[in-house]
């Protein structure tokens, strides 16, 4: 985790934020959220999670049912749009087709009558590549290009707050990831508070100090990539940052305590063991949860060397060769078929063939715990 | 055989474009010729006699055609600058604010345009009668039906324009601290200006142009087209080619304008 900085004072803070279309529709339900100042924080959600409209509301473009909005000390829930020192990065990018590069991104700068202009014009147009391009209009530009305008057009009036939405959806892959790399570079440099909005996991994990995973109008879960991924708390976070198995379970008992406490779950009748800390239900019953890439799978008979939680009794039912790595689907003595990522180190010397008898294993540490009142499809995404 | 192909039917399309552009333009160029014509003494009026400048140096020869011409620009502006005004309004309460009735609003506005201009000019005519205008039928009554059939065309033609504006570049500009009266003129107005300028090029043309509901309503009044009309009974005077040429040559001259214009414009973002 990098500079997130906290108690500097110009954080900004959403509290009971609400919204509620006329038609009944409530989009954002009773939203709280402090976005640091200075960091870049992603909100992740699938389309119709509300995050969109979250963003809406912080740029002044949409009202709030109810709840406040402040950065710092400073109320601006209603504040109009012109009146906040935050910007925008529409996903269209909304450049206006009747001025140039130089006078799009002089625009804001302009209504509010900054006395050298052109110079801060000029000087993120060469921070963002664009200098040579200052003189033509919009539709000369290719999307890449228009991305940066929009970019630039914003951050050129230093705002407290940078709102993004999906603003890479309309690239190309390619181009998407280099602008991701370019993006987060940029905000190093201007150290302005980013708040992008993306569907992306792989974008939002890539980019962002703190993710925000979003899902029918509420926040599922908060924190960093790596403590979203590691132990997500619920099965909708599980699903859609990554994918995770999820087996049926039954806490049998309890041991240690502190940091060593563990859980103990039977699920059909092996027994695991979970760090307390990975577990998020208070019920008798669960979901296990491991990633696929924490499976590990041995043919049956031979000793995988990382002992762990062990089921024995699978049975390969497809392999994809991907190059770098292989993907096992294994049918369990249960009926459920389980996913394993494996690395193609070379150690096994060639793949496991289909109907071969495995053993798969993993670590206790890498498992966790979730609600069996939750959907275990939750979350998950067709590959686009 | 594919390249000869390919040839006659690259060329094909060009000679085609050429004879429909001769098509569209033969008219005007015969009125241009024709207004150096010296038809003094000739039998048939519609042929070229001889060339003279008498045409042009003194267009105001026959009688009655320059008032007349100086009635229809009087109308034809006046008629233009309130459709457009009340047009343009009309185009943007309909594309911008959900109202009951906005349909119908839509048809209403739409029906004058299919209206036989024969059957409006009569029920206007009937309408100022029944208003008690009988006697006065002039420029007043004149104005007033143009004004009314311009104004479909206008609020066509801007809604169109206006329809197709992205709302998202209004809130862009708020978000870039544009106030509301501001972002209408720097962002809404420049983007819409296109469809409001065709709208009252049209409107000035149908004005100008009008013959049939002109002359149901105008009392003693003669506008040009009016002119035309009575002078073609004897023979209409070379003049009135000189008129049209002027016509031509004025709007040639605003397109040639509108580009140099907008070039001029690009180059000097460029020099910045």
Redesign the interface.
Same mark, same amino acid.
């Given at each position: 985790m990098s500079q997130v900085s906290s108690g500097t004072g110009r954080d900004l803070r959403l509290s009971g934020l609400q919204k509620t279309y006329p038609n009944g529709f409530t989009a954002v339900h009773d939203l709280d959220l402090v976005v640091p100042q200075g960091s870049f924080f992603a909100l992740l959600g699938p389309s119709g999670c509300g995050k969109t409209t979250t963003l809406r509301m912080v740029?002044? &473009?949409e009202t709030p049912t109810a709840g406040s909005i402040t950065i710092g000390d400073a109320d601006i829930t209603h504040a109009?749009?012109?009146k906040r020192p935050?910007?925008?990065v529409?996903q269209?990018y909304? &450049?206006?087709?009747?001025l140039?590069i130089?006078?799009n991104v002089e625009?804001?700068l302009k *209504?509010?009558k900054v006395a050298d202009s052109r110079a801060q014009v000029k000087a993120i147009l060469e921070l963002t590549e664009l200098a040579e391009q200052?003189?033509k209009l919009p539709t000369q530009l290719s999307g890449g290009q228009q991305q940066r305008v929009a970019l630039a *057009?914003?951050i050129v009036?230093r705002p407290e707050v940078l709102l993004l939405d999906e603003p890479l959806g309309a690239l190309d892959l390619k181009l998407r990831r280099a602008m991701q790399v370019e993006l987060k570079r940029i905000q190093e440099e201007v150290g302005i508070t980013f708040v992008h909005v993306t569907h992306d996991q792989e974008e939002a994990m890539s980019m962002a100090d703190t993710v925000a995973v979003m899902n029918q109008g509420v926040i599922e879960q908060m924190g960093s990539p790596y403590d979203l991924y590691t132990n997500p708390h619920t099965t909708f976070v599980a699903n859609f940052l990554g994918r995770s198995n999820l087996i049926k379970g039954t806490v049998v008992g309890r041991e240690g305590a502190g940091d060593d406490a563990v859980v103990k779950v039977d699920m059909h009748g092996t027994i695991a063991t979970i760090k307390a800390s990975k577990v998020h239900t208070d019920s008798k019953d669960g979901w296990l949860g491991i990633r696929p890439e924490k499976v590990l799978i041995q043919p049956a008979g031979t000793a995988i060397d990382a002992p762990g939680s062990s089921i024995s009794g699978g049975v390969v039912t497809d392999a994809s060769y991907l190059g770098v790595s292989t993907d096992y689907t294994v049918r369990m003595p249960w009926g459920q078929e389980i996913i394993c990522f494996e690395q193609n180190t070379g150690r096994r010397g060639g793949l496991i063939p289909v109907g071969t008898q495995v053993d798969v294993s993993w670590r206790p540490e890498f498992a966790f715990l979730l609600d069996a009142s939750q959907d275990a499809d939750a979350g998950i995404v067709e590959e686009d | 055989m594919t390249r000869i192909g390919r040839w006659i039917g690259s060329h094909l399309v060009l000679a085609g474009g050429i004879l429909v552009l001769l098509y569209m333009y033969i008219p005007n160029m015969i009125v241009a010729v024709m207004s150096f014509n010296d038809s003094s003494g000739a039998r048939n009026l519609y042929a070229f006699q001889k060339f003279t400048w008498n045409n042009w140096l003194h267009p105001c020869a026959p009688e009655g055609m320059c008032s007349s011409l100086v009635t229809s620009i009087e109308i034809g502006l006046l008629a233009t600058f309130f459709a457009t005004l009340i047009g343009t309004f009309a185009a943007f309460g309909l594309v911008r604010h959900k109202f009951a009735g906005r349909s119908l609003m839509n048809l209403v506005l739409f029906l004058p345009m299919a209206t036989p201009e024969i059957v409006m000019g009569s029920s206007l005519l009937a309408l100022f009668v029944a208003a008690g205008l009988g006697g006065h039928l002039g420029f007043v009554t004149i104005l007033i039906a143009h004004i009314m059939f311009c104004i479909s065309f206008v609020v066509i033609t801007v809604k169109s324009r206006l329809a197709g504006l992205d709302g998202t570049l209004e809130q862009a500009a708020m978000d870039l601290y544009a106030t509301e009266w501001q972002t209408f003129w720097k962002v809404t107005f420049p983007l819409v200006f296109p469809g409001i300028l065709s709208a009252a090029l049209l409107a000035f043309s149908l004005s100008f142009d009008d013959f049939i509901i002109t002359n149901l309503n105008s009392g003693q009044t003669v506008t040009f087209p009016m002119f035309v009309w009575g002078a073609a009974q004897r023979g209409v005077p070379m003049q009135v080619n000189v008129i049209g040429t002027v016509m031509f040559l004025v709007a040639l001259a605003a397109v040639i304008l509108g580009e140099v214009g907008a070039r001029r414009r690009r180059k000097a973002i460029a020099a910045r």
């Open positions: 740029a002044g &473009l109009k749009p012109y935050v910007n925008t529409f269209n909304a &450049l206006f087709p009747h140039s130089a006078e625009f804001g *209504r509010r200052a003189a *057009r914003a009036n | -």
